[in-house]
Structure formats: structure tokens, C-alpha cells
């Protein structure tokens, strides 16, 4: 099911896909619009033989931001101002290249069985790290900041929750008309006197690999996007300009439950 949607010098249509909801852009309306940060769908050749089937999602987003929201509390149902922290992105398919002989795609991994079906169901974690210290913060279901967040971004950004689906299909660089999955992450109560903090991306990837723990026991490791930030200010007078990534984000393979950014 497709309908048009027109914005101003932009043609886009809208599918539902699964229990999801894409919008395909034109050539034309494939301007960047704030998505200053790109983590395109690299792969290397170790792991296209590893696994069959891999599949890696673009990742695109803006600066990670901060916004002050009016969050009710569930037991009292009083309202009480909080600065929340968000990050939103559009994820797109682009095609990967996979070797077609045989003999060199056969899955390296030992323990047999692939994880699942092609879905998308992104999780985001933020680790504050400072002075030899973690805290570990699980993005947020809040309707209350992500309905102020979309308006301020004049966008329709989904929750985790809402944007679980189907990936969406292959949209090659430049040639095609993009097929692009809106989301944002949000936290709540962040260290005011962090300094140095790690953003984890997970289920961008089908991507993993299987380790021998310490015990013995098989480790699952997914395929994680990892962007590090910085902020150079004080507890006093959070804003969100002072928030800069430390480098490019990149690809890591991390345990499904590491307890820290090790």
C-alpha cells in the first residue's frame, strides 16, 4: 500500500512495509537536510565469506542534541521539566558486494543456525565515560519528547518500537529513488558533568560472529555502529553545541550483553 505525499520542491511516496512505515524519495528530495554524519554499509571480504546473508544498513544522522521536555510521571501524573538528549537518523539499504563462489561463502561461523529473518529493530545505547567511571543509559519510549522532537525537526521520526520491520529493499547510490526508514533515540537523566560519552547503534547489521567466552560457552557478538562524542562544557549550562563526535563512527562487533563500551 503507497500514497504521494508532496513537500515543498520534494515528491515522496509512503509505504507501509510490514508493520512499518518508509517513505521513497525521488532523486530529487535526496538533499541532506541535517544528516551531517554518514556510516556507510561497509563489509569486508573475512566477513562476506563468514556469513550468508549479510546484510548492512547506511546510516545516516544529525548531531546528537538536547531539548527540554515537560515528562509526565506515570505514578503522579505530575509533569516535571527535564533535558532530554536525542539522536535521529534515516537508515537506508545499500547494496553490499558478495562473493558468488561457493566455496568462499559458506558461513566460517561454528554453532550452525543464522539469526532470524531480515528485520529492522534498532536498540541504542549511551555510555558515559568519565574519570575511570561508566554509566550505561537504554534508549527511551517518551511520546511527550518525541512529539516536540518531531516538531522541532519538521519530521516524522518513529521510536524503536514503531519503526520494527522488514528492512526495506536495496536502493542503489545516486540511481535509485530512496527507500528511507526515519527513527530517533531518546534519553533521559544524562550525567550533566559527562564529558566523554559512546553512542551504540545496534541492529543496523544482521551482522555476528560466535567467540568461546572464558568459560568455554559461545559468546554472540553483533555487529554494533560505535560514534564517540565529546562535550567540552560544565554542568551548569548543558547545550548541545558543545557536543562534538571525537572521530567517524565505525563498526565494532560487541556482545549482546556487554555490561560496558568493552
Known amino acids: 500500500m503507497a500514497f504521494l505525499i508532496t513537500r515543498i520542491g520534494i515528491v515522496a511516496t509512503v509505504v507501509l512495509l510490514g508493520n512499518s512505515v518508509v517513505q521513497v524519495e525521488s532523486a530529487q528530495g535526496q538533499s541532506r537536510r541535517g544528516f551531517v554524519t554518514t556510516a556507510p554499509s561497509t563489509v569486508t571480504g573475512e566477513e562476506r565469506k563468514a556469513q550468508e546473508g549479510l546484510w548492512v544498513l547506511e546510516a545516516q544522522y544529525k548531531s546528537l542534541r538536547m531539548i527540554p521536555v515537560e515528562v509526565t510521571d506515570p505514578a503522579t501524573g505530575q509533569k516535571k521539566q527535564e533535558l532530554i538528549w536525542y539522536l535521529v537518523y534515516k537508515a537506508v539499504n545499500r547494496s553490499i558486494d558478495v562473493q558468488t563462489d561457493d566455496s568462499d561463502t559458506k558461513p566460517a561461523n561454528e ?17 558515559t ?12 519510549i517518551l511520546p511527550e519528547a518525541q ?18 520491520g522488514p528492512i526495506p529493499p536495496i536502493t542503489r547510490e545516486g540511481v535509485d529513488p ?12 544524562i550525567d550533566p558533568e559527562t564529558d566523554f560519552f559512546t553512542v551504540y547503534m545496534n541492529g543496523f547489521s544482521n551482522g555476528y560472529q560466535i567467540i568461546r567466552g572464558p568459560d568455554g560457552q559461545p559468546v554472540i557478538q553483533r555487529r554494533t555502529l560505535v560514534q564517540k562524542y ?17 572521530e567517524p563512527p565505525t563498526w565494532v562487533y ?3 550483553d556487554a555490561k560496558s563500551a568493552q
Open 147 to 164: 512529539a516536540i522532537i518531531n516538531r522541532r525537526e519538521r519530521q516524522v521520526f518513529k521510536n524503536p518500537v514503531e519503526v520494527v
Open 111 to 127: 554453532f550452525d543456525e543464522l539469526p532470524g529473518p531480515a528485520v529492522f529493530a534498532p536498540d541504542f545505547v549511551l555510555v
Open 230 to 246: 565529546w562535550r567540552p562544557g560544565d554542568e551548569f549550562d548543558e547545550d548541545e553545541r558543545e557536543i562534538r563526535p571525537l
Open 178 to 189: 530512496e527507500t528511507v526508514i526515519y527513527g530517533v533515540a531518546i534519553w533521559r537523566g
Open 129 to 140: 565515560e568519565d574519570e575511570g567511571r561508566q554509566q550505561i543509559y537504554r534508549d527511551e
Open 254 to 256: 560487541r556482545a549482546d
